[in-house]
């Protein structure tokens, strides 16, 4: 069996619209919704959904936190993390079982069409200018992907666990599934990309409707700072990352970037629970940076 967890922030129509399209093809599975708007209950909602398990927020807690206490109730070896905004087509999902087979294998993303019609899904990871940087291969081939996007996977509970789960220094939104699959890769274990497994997913759609441009910028900047000051292992990397980084500063200022900075001050508030840690996942890495990154050079 299946759990599958969902997330939802306040885009409630949307919601109730897609699982009730998406019910159909959960019939075997575990369903865990985890309300992150403490301002307004579900329950009247999902009152007719009776094989529904509701999980109620006290506080916003952003999407990985959510995730985190969904994954903690569930009864299941194997977890779907579906968006609230995500639209399943068939249960091609119950194909990623196969690769779990492996030990090594920690998650299978699915390929996921956009509201242009466009098919993305499959992502890299690579370093630029003493950051991480991601962007979206256009060869959509089955293989190893850079992380299982947080919205449309299947992911092993036992390692989910084993690695601490998402990390709430990302919250409320961005980087928290890199961050999660990263660590999975440095510790030993494969992300698959599977193009057959095909949902519907209008990236932005929640994130955008709540959220001025300025402040999901901000966001992203800060956790992409957060993301290596705490992954970073490899010394020539960190040795780079230092260097680059009073660059991207002075480049801020003299552009007028003053999001950048923001970002910058804002991750250095998560230092102190940064370096605990750090301290901790190294007792887990086993694979360096370098050799990561070089599994996505020729994407």
Known sequence: MISVIIPVYKNNDLFIKNLDHNLIFLDDCQIIVIN?????????HLDQFKQITLIDNKKNLGFGESVNRGVKQSDSKYIM?????????????????????????????????EKDGSIVGKNKIYWQEGFFSHQKVD????????????????????????????DPLFSPFYWEDIDLSYRAWK???????????????????????????KQIKIIAYRNQIIFAWKNLT?????????????????????????L????????LFTLPKLLVKKIKLKKLFTVSDD?????????
């Not at 579906?82 to 690769?99: E, F, G, I, M």
């Not at 060869?139 to 998402?166: H, M, P, Q, S, V």
């Not at 510790?187 to 441009?213: A, C, D, M, R």
């Open 81 to 113: 993390l579906l968006n609230s905004d995500v639209v399943l087509n068939d249960k091609s999902y119950l194909t990623a079982l196969n690769y779990f087979k492996k030990n090594d294998v920690f998650a299978v993303s699915f390929s996921q069409k």
């Open 36 to 44: 992150d708007d403490p301002e307004k209950s579900l329950r009247s």
């Open 139 to 166: 060869g959509l081939n089955f293989g190893y992907n850079g992380w299982a996007e947080g919205g449309a996977c299947i992911i092993n509970k036992d390692t989910f666990l084993k690695l601490g789960g998402f």
């Open 260 to 267: 950048f900075l923001i970002a910058f001050f804002n991750a």
């Open 234 to 258: 490899h010394f020539k990397l960190i040795l780079q990352h230092l260097l680059n980084l009073p660059l991207w500063l002075i480049k801020s200022l003299v552009k007028g970037d003053y």
């Open 187 to 213: 510790s030993g274990y494969q992300i698959i990309f599977e193009p057959k497994i095909l949902v519907i997913h209008h990236h932005q759609s929640t994130i955008s409707k709540y959220f001025t441009k």
């Open 291 to 299: 050799k990561i990154l070089s599994l996505f050079k020729n994407e």
